[in-house]
């Protein structure tokens, strides 16, 4: 069942519109991690909610709960959930996606305002906080449902909607949704799911489309070391105290060797090495080492083979650190000694590991290592959030509908890759629903998500909204052959 001619020339026509409506949502600071900008988080779930309902979805708002958040107690922004299509005859695809944002700032690097769409025509660039995480690939699923709605096309299947704002910062209470509704059975939003299908991830490069079927899994942490009842004088004090800063350095610095091997005992138990045959899929990838560097803007790739850089961003366990709260980080040259300081740190999980296991093993090495240092300070290890690994089996009908729908779109055949980034969701799915997901990526791997200046590329945008559409139509075709 080719997508209609119809459908692909009403998006070409329409894109300035589509640009339009993306500046719209880009502008709405939708930032789940501070505590100031909930009201503008739960403005978006009502901005989303309209224009749902404007294109014949049947919508509701879900309460989560309530979440802690500097020193506040809110409200967790409510998921959307929405519906459109009850033909028996039909497929029906739950679609996922995020309307919540990391934070931005024009000072943190931007070249223009992060809330404010800058749309380069010259170089086909869009730039703004969310543009591809992940607000432009639920756009795409917009456009694809006014495409349909303007010309009176049925959709190829039924649809189901999950959007949530809270994925950046944990998806508090969205697995307790999940389960409940999958509990309902035929009774709830989900209960005639045939297949999954989230936009939420990149190509591997800037040229080649790619379809995603596994995800590394993560957790993450916090290690508080505190002594002096405050901050003191480092002309007073130095030299005659236990610094927290040193002892947290020295334990920071005990946790991954610079060429990324993890130095935590135990962490890769159980995790195989790769046979002949998967690392010549790693092979005939379209990829480079040359595609990281650029992405990651610099010479950095810790080694020149590309199949051992495939495998390090998304088939191996990574520890990366993140930060130190409580430290001094301004200009000038403040001589302070703090007198509590907290690392922040994650590891990225492949199967078998699990957040509980790996937990066990991070605490009892950075307690047991703490205990060396002799230190009159104390420790304090967390785990503050995790997700666990997740891979599909590729060769299921949704990875085909995918697959033949790129060869439409792109006019060539999509990359099969590994993710080294995490998106819990989808295990939870799997697990709950019991059905195939699928990872169908909008964004280029130079998007810059998380970064100062994300943007979207126009193209990406556009044929991006044409490949969600035409999967849709893909994936029709193939369950009634198959039927």
Sequence with gaps: MVAPQNFLDFIDKNQDKFIDRLAEAVAIPSISGDASRREDV?????????????????????????????????????????????????????????????????SDGWDTEPFKL???????????????????????????????????????VNMVFCFEGMEESGSEGLDELIATEAQKGKQGW????????????????????????????????????????????????????????????????????????????????GVSAADADELKRY??????????????????????????????????????????????????AKTVIPATVSGKFSLRLVPPQTPEDITKKVISYIESEFAKLGTKNTCKVEFLHGGKPWVADASHWS????????????????????????????LTFADNLGVNVLLLPMGRADDGAHSTNEKMDISNF??????????????ADITLKKA
């Design 462 to 475: 556009i044929k991006g909204s044409k490949l969600l559409g035409t999967y849709l139509y893909e994936l």
């Design 190 to 269: 989900f209960g005639d799911v045939d297949c999954v299908c989230i936009s939420d991830n990149y190509w591997l490069n800037t040229r080649t489309p790619c379809v995603t079927y596994g995800l590394r899994g993560i957790a993450y942490y916090q290690i508080t070391i505190s002594g002096p009842g405050s901050d003191l004088h480092s002309g007073i004090y130095g030299g005659a105290v236990f610094e927290p800063m040193t002892a947290l350095i020295t334990l920071m610095s005990k946790l991954v060797a610079i060429d990324g091997h993890i130095l935590i005992p135990g962490v890769y138990d």
């Design 399 to 426: 990875y085909e509908a995918a697959k033949q729908a790129t060869e439409a779109v792109y006019l060539t055949t999509p990359n099969y890759t590994r993710e080294g980034g995490s998106i819990p969701v989808t």
């Design 118 to 156: 800058h749309v380069d025509k010259r170089t086909g660039k869009m730039f703004g906080r969310g543009a591809t995480d992940d607000k432009g690939p639920i756009l795409g699923w917009l456009n694809v449902l006014e495409t349909h709605h303007t010309l009176g096309l049925a959709l190829p």
């Design 42 to 106: 739960k403005k978006m779930a009502s901005w989303l909610e309209a224009q749902l309902n404007k294109y014949g979805v049947k919508t509701q708002q879900v309460p989560l709960g309530q979440q802690h958040l500097e020193g506040k107690t809110l409200d967790l922004p409510p998921a959307i959930l929405g519906r459109i299509g009850d033909d028996p005859n039909k497929k029906t695809v739950l679609v996922y996606g995020h309307f919540d944002v990391q934070p931005a700032n024009k």
């Design 283 to 332: 092979s005939e990838l379209d990829y480079g080492v040359n595609d990281l560097e650029s992405a990651a803007g610099g010479p950095v790739a810790n080694s020149d083979d590309k199949v051992t850089v495939l495998m390090a961003r998304s088939r191996n366990p990574s520890l990366s650190l993140h930060g130190i709260e409580g430290a001094f980080s301004g200009g000038g």
